[in-house]
């Protein structure tokens, strides 16, 4: 599956390999799991982040891995995200530190 990514001017394509939608489910749960006691997402305190909120946390992560040139997991991010919003193509991070602005299409 090809997921678009932008982060300000910078915009690059990738593709999550079938094996990460997969066998990626348990991940993905715990994820879930981690989350589902609250996140701070940037200045504020999330005690019950809803699904887009989960999302923007893992676009964050996947901000993070682009700049360390994590393969392994800007692709679990992605698919993290393709996951948990139906018909996703793509995310527009705010790199701004306000977590809440990315946005996906």
């Given amino acids: 599956m090809l997921f678009q990514i932008q982060i300000g001017d910078r915009q690059m394509q ?9 066998d990626g489910g348990d991940f993905f749960d715990k994820m879930d799991q ?15 982040p809803g699904q887009v909120e989960r999302c923007q946390i893992a676009a964050d992560k996947l901000l993070t891995a682009v700049e360390m040139e994590n393969e392994t997991l800007l692709m679990l991010m992605a698919g993290y995200i393709v996951s948990r919003i139906s018909g996703v193509q793509g995310v527009r991070i705010n790199t701004s530190g306000e977590i809440q602005e990315t946005e996906f299409y």
């Fill in 34 to 48: 981690d989350m589902d006691s609250g996140w701070q997402m940037g200045a504020t305190w999330v005690a019950n």
């Fill in 14 to 22: 990738i593709s999550i390999p079938p094996y990460i939608m997969d």
